[in-house]
């Protein structure tokens, strides 16, 4: 390899070696195409292909073959003195039969995958990381890339930050898609599937993806296929996880669960289609779910300052008891903050701002319909002698009072206060009176 810069052609043809070609920066590596142009591996212990500290590599229309088992892996890219792994770009690019991992990055930044495969490997299919605990690689993306017979994770991120898979399949792989650790931020699959997994065991066991303590991931119509275990499974605390638009198809006989949300995670559902039964626990919220319904945990919020508050199950229809209660009204109604009135000669009631009113009156008064009410609305007033005293009050003909409390006469004594109770019926738009308590 050129110790700097320039490209090297693989005309079509078998290159056979025994140790690792050793990539340098600016460099281009160009075949004919990946089913005619092989660098063939021999030896079980040593790499096909290594790097270290490469800044702009491109790769296109290779095949890197392993022997087909030891302890050698395909591509490995590692760095010490840089920061990160800069502007690699893999176009058509196959790995296959490493003993190992067939695709490394260390701490990858700006760089595009388009087309690449990584097929009958073991341990991972694709290893893509930053430094656990420290810096994240970056800006990555993931182009109709594959991952096929992998012992492990056909796709394994750890530590890695806003990055793209765009119509990529995993295939065979004990994972799908590991997604993992709290440096892993800012992940999108779209229109990406996993077919056939297959349980490993020790922790590979068959799912599509697992997205593990990881921050900000979002699968959007993503697909699986005869999947034997959980489909997508959030754990370790993942937060900000977000399934839209997912398909569930034909799960194998030991599948449990199609989505797994467990508690200490954050994750939001929406129009999905699933074989298997939900596992959900944290906060999981559902839009749109396979009942036609929303699924809220914790609080809604709604128009203005509104919200509400409760759980709701959308397993049948909800009780009355799962009915989400408008926090607002849960305020007014139950805990109201109380609204003082201007004094007049007829007092105007808004009932829309509350429950509690307050008025201190400065003269023999009447209190007016209040305006805005709602069917079944029960409203105080808080009646306040003024520092004169002997204030009276005349109720507007929409109160109606019962043979129990069949006038309204307040206490005359200056700065005492009266309370006086009545509900609402829009059927006969009348204020029933309920209650009035004196001398206070």
């Known amino acids: 390899m050129p110790s700097s810069g320039g490209t090297v052609v693989f005309p079509a043809g078998t290159y056979k070696i025994s140790s690792a070609l050793v990539a340098r920066s600016n460099l281009i590596l160009q075949g004919v195409s990946d089913g005619s142009s092989v660098i063939a591996q021999s030896s079980t212990t040593a790499n096909g292909l290594t790097g270290s500290d490469i800044t702009r590599l491109t790769i296109q229309d290779l095949t890197v073959q392993g022997p087909g088992s030891g302890s050698g892996k395909g591509i490995l890219l590692t760095r010490s003195a840089n920061p990160a792994t800069v502007s690699l770009s893999f176009s058509r690019v196959t790995v296959k039969f490493f003993g190992n991992t067939g695709i490394e990055l260390s701490n990858p930044i700006v760089s595009t995958f388009t087309g690449v495969t990584s097929a009958n490997n073991g341990n991972h299919g694709w290893d893509i990381h930053g430094v ?42 004990g994972i799908g898609y590991e997604v993992t650790g709290v440096g892993s931020q800012g992940i999108s699959f779209t229109g990406c599937g996993a077919e056939s997994a297959v349980n490993r065991g020790t922790g590979y066991d068959g799912y599509s993806w697992k997205i593990n303590a990881a921050i900000g991931v979002g699968l959007f119509n993503s697909f699986t296929y005869n999947s034997p275990n959980v489909s997508i499974w959030v754990t370790g605390g993942a937060r900000g996880v977000s399934i839209l638009g997912f398909a569930e198809n034909t799960p194998t006989g030991p599948a449990v669960n199609s989505i797994k949300v467990d508690s200490g995670c954050s994750a939001t559902l929406g129009d999905f289609s699933n074989v298997e039964p939900l596992s959900l626990a944290g906060a999981t919220n559902i839009i749109n779910d396979t009942a ?58 808004n009932a829309a701002l509350g429950n509690l009113f307050r008025v201190t009156l400065q003269g023999n008064r009447t209190l007016g319909a209040p305006t805005n009410p709602t069917n079944g609305q029960r409203v105080t007033w808080e009646l306040i002698q003024d520092a004169t005293g002997n204030r009276t009050l005349t109720l507007n003909s929409i109160f109606v009072r019962g043979t129990t409390i069949p006038t309204v006469t307040l206490t005359t004594t200056a700065g005492k206060r009266d309370f006086l109770t009545a509900i609402y019926n829009s059927t006969t738009n009348k204020w029933y009176v309920l209650d009035f308590v004196k001398g206070f």
Do not use: Q, W
């Open 132 to 173: 656990s605990g420290g810096a994240a690689g970056t800006s990555c993306s993931f182009v109709s890339c594959y991952a096929d017979i992998i012992t492990n994770a056909g796709f394994r991120l750890d530590t890695m930050a806003y990055c793209a898979f765009v119509g990529c399949a995993a295939d065979h792989c």
């Open 292 to 349: 036609g319904g929303t699924v809220a945990t914790g609080f809604v919020y709604g128009a203005d300052s509104a919200y509400y508050e409760g759980t709701v199950s959308s397993g049948t229809a909800p009780t009355s008891a799962e009915h989400l209660a408008r926090k607002d009204y849960v305020d007014t109604k139950v805990n109201p903050a109380p609204v003082t009135l201007t004094d007049a000669p007829t007092i105007a009631t």
